[in-house]
């Protein structure tokens, strides 16, 4: 592909074929002053002319990589079907670390951008994984009976890495066997307790679905809310009837291969983009590459970047990302102990009278 092709490519999915631009600076669509030798147009508009190029105003703005290194760097990254670490971005493209590595969260972004978080209907998967923050193993193994006697203590007896967080996945299957699930909502949750639980099954699925889920202690109560049944890991992956939370299990399983295979380590601070870029892959598998492709280019030009623009001059992104991609504070989505006992109540009222209007909106 030569660079005018690219550049042809990358005008057409921004504003169409129609030939016309629109200025990112006053909106003004119109067919504006194209100059060939700067590659920008100057806004037609009477005390605008502003000068813009085919990335002003999109997370590209101010890019120094030719255009057609960018395109490549797409095609690489939907190509992966596990991901691809920064480092191993840099020696594709021949670029700096740095520059790799802003190029692959600023396509995340575009990703937790155009995140779809309606409620999940039919029947749905729901499973948490413990991703970061785990204790080193001592340098030293302790005797077995000593690791035995650890492993009876309640958990809290021992302190937590301060980045233990819990990835939980909820998602939609198909209902006809092998045809595996239809649309992933991660979350980042301290932990998968009943708190976290029931948030999320308020936020995140629909009235009248299933829910598949093993038999942790934290979901019982969602049978309240929902058919609910659970499978029991230690004796089976899957039920006779048919009850398991695999399409969970195997979101997770490649969360692991990306991690093992090629981030090495995710922290809590962009756990969320790396979950939510899996969550994409997994729910767009059976997509066409050029579809994706045009998909990927359109989303990313739609806005500029707010979180990584100017990243190595210092700009860093200051808290963590939450689970709507939003800037949150953590437990902000999270019901409170008394909002999940007035829910709790309103539940155990006869139907007719029951609720849902006074539960807890518990939005960010
Ligand atoms: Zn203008």
């Not at 709507?324 to 006869?350: F, H, V």
Request: glycine residues 6%.
């Amino acid at each position: 592909m030569t660079d005018r092709a690219v550049h042809a490519y990358f005008t057409k999915m921004r504003w169409g074929d129609s030939g016309k631009q629109t200025c990112p600076e006053c909106g003004t669509i119109d067919k504006h002053y194209w100059i060939a030798s700067r590659k920008q147009w100057r806004c037609r508009s009477v005390g605008c002319a502003r000068m813009f190029s085919v990335t002003s105003g999109t997370v590209f703005s101010d890019h120094k990589l030719p255009l057609k290194k960018i395109l490549k760097a797409m095609v690489i990254f939907i190509n992966h079907v596990k991901g691809i670490s920064a480092l191993a971005l840099t020696r594709e493209l021949g670029v700096a670390y740095q520059t790799a590595f802003v190029l692959l969260h600023k396509l995340r972004e575009a990703l937790s951008r155009k995140l779809d978080r309606s409620p999940l209907a039919g029947l749905i998967h729901m499973d948490g994984a413990h991703v970061s923050g785990k204790m080193r193993k001592p340098r030293v193994k302790l005797p077995t009976t000593k690791m035995q006697a650890r492993d009876r203590l309640p958990p809290d007896a021992f302190p937590r890495h301060p980045n233990r967080r819990i990835v939980m996945v909820l998602r939609d299957v198909y209902p006809e066997p092998g045809h595996g699930a239809r649309r992933s909502i991660v979350y980042i949750a301290m932990s998968e307790d009943q708190r976290t639980i029931m948030s999320l099954a308020q936020k995140y699925i629909a009235p009248g679905a299933e829910v598949m889920t093993d038999e942790l202690g934290g979901y019982t109560k969602l049978s309240k809310l929902f058919r609910h049944r659970t499978v029991n890991h230690s004796n089976e992956f899957s039920t006779d009837e048919g009850v398991s939370n695999n399409q969970a299990e195997s979101f997770f399983a490649r969360v692991r291969r990306f991690i093992i295979g090629q981030v090495h380590r995710v922290t809590p601070h962009y756990m969320f983009d790396y979950m939510n870029e899996m969550a994409w892959r997994e729910d767009t598998r059976r997509d066409r590459p050029t579809e994706k492709l045009d998909w990927l280019v359109k989303t990313t030009f739609g806005d500029w970047s707010h979180k990584w623009r100017y990243y190595w001059l210092g700009k860093q992104r200051p808290v963590k990302v939450k689970p709507d991609g939003d800037l949150m504070n953590a437990q902000e989505l999270l019901m409170t102990p008394a909002e999940i006992k007035k829910l709790m109540e309103s539940l155990r009222k006869p139907p007719g009278t029951a609720t849902g209007a006074d539960a807890p909106s518990n939005a960010g």
